[in-house]
């Protein structure tokens, strides 16, 4: 099992990045895919996450409105659209499986490298 991630970066506040997560090694479609960010200093906070094949997603308060997750179960990927980003967004984000098919008990068994998003002026 593999999770690769890119496309994190320097934004300014307002910008927008595009996260992506490549996955491999396992059946993509049947699982839950979230995002779990940790900024300096602080535990891992959850951000989002999307259901498998009827791509049901759902976002942490903090990033309602401003985020959008998505996911193409044909190239075995998950994005995570940020827009309006602020400074407190600053962390790495790390792609995570769940580790039950077709389901999220907030249990994740594989974790991506992570990509660094700084959101600064």
């Known amino acids: 099992v593999q999770l690769v991630e890119s496309g994190g970066g320097l934004a300014q506040p307002g910008g927008s990045l595009r996260l992506s997560c490549a996955a491999s090694?396992?059946?993509?479609?049947?699982?839950?895919i979230s995002w779990v960010r940790q900024a300096p200093g602080k535990g891992l906070e959850w951000v989002s996450g999307?259901?498998?094949?009827?791509?049901?997603?759902y976002y942490t308060d903090s990033v309602k409105g401003r985020f959008t997750i998505s996911r193409d179960n044909a190239k075995n990927t998950v994005y995570l659209q940020m827009n309006s980003l602020k400074p407190e967004d600053t962390a790495l984000y790390y792609c995570?499986?769940?580790?039950?098919?077709?389901?999220?008990?907030?249990?994740?068994?594989?974790w991506g490298q992570g990509t660094q998003v700084t959101v600064s002026s």
């Open positions: 995570t499986k769940s580790s039950t098919s077709n389901a999220d008990y907030g249990e994740y068994d594989y």
């Open positions: 090694g396992f059946t993509f479609s049947n699982y839950v």
């Open positions: 999307i259901y498998t094949v009827d791509t049901i997603s």
